[in-house]
């Protein structure tokens, strides 16, 4: 099986937060081929670039917290019922990570944020990243070490991926009206936010 030319993928990663919380970060791609990618060789991009953009905050992510699993699919428009559905699995992978925070944990739902923007000022794409430590940030406004790392995570997450042969996956957003806009650039909020988030019925 093959994901083709021009197709949306979308990438569920989830983390444990406590052993007692779980948490998933969406991830969308569009991929830009002349000719069909394998499920296995999609799949192992967007589990690297998950653990690459994790990989960039990790010391500010307490060790007792875990990246656990990736879930991909096809991610297809339905003109009939004008929404986004879930297509063909792709695949399912085990994720790692290396957290090494050891100070005290902040409570869970506190998160860093950024937020990627497309040529669509009303589309935009925004990832919480939880499981904090408290030297994450002080009376809510995040530290230098911490944003330096938040921003290495955003540059990752915008940076295209190279499946090779010509072919890659980049960054979209997928909006209200069938169209997945590619995501330009990105901003890092100074201030600690939150990672409860959802849109209920809108798979985001």
């Known amino acids: 099986m093959a994901v083709q030319p021009n197709d949306i993928v979308k990438a569920v990663a989830s983390m444990t937060i406590g052993d007692e919380v779980t948490t998933q970060s969406v991830w969308y791609y569009w991929l830009d081929s002349a000719a069909e990618v394998a499920y296995a060789t ?14 960039d905050i990790k010391s500010y992510i307490h060790q007792s917290n875990a990246l656990t699993s990736i879930v991909a699919n096809i991610w ?77 995570a955003l540059t990752e997450w915008l940076t295209i991926i190279d499946l090779g042969g010509g072919d890659a996956l980049f960054p979209v957003v997928p909006d209200r009206t069938g169209v997945a806009r590619v995501i330009l650039y990105g901003l890092v909020s100074g201030l600690s936010g939150t990672q409860r988030q959802r849109k209920p019925g809108e798979g985001i």
């Open 42 to 55: 999609v799949l192992a991009a967007l589990l690297t670039k998950v653990e690459a953009v994790y990989e």
């Open 76 to 152: 297809e428009w339905d003109a009939g019922e004008g929404k986004w559905l879930t297509g063909p699995l792709i695949g399912v992978d085990t994720l790692t990570d290396a957290f090494e925070g050891t100070d005290d944990a902040m409570p869970n739902a506190v998160a860093g944020v950024m937020t990627g923007f497309s040529s669509d000022v009303n589309t935009r794409s925004r990832k919480s990243f939880g499981g904090l430590i408290e030297t994450f940030a002080t009376e809510n406004e995040i530290l230098g070490g911490p944003l330096a790392a938040m921003t290495a």
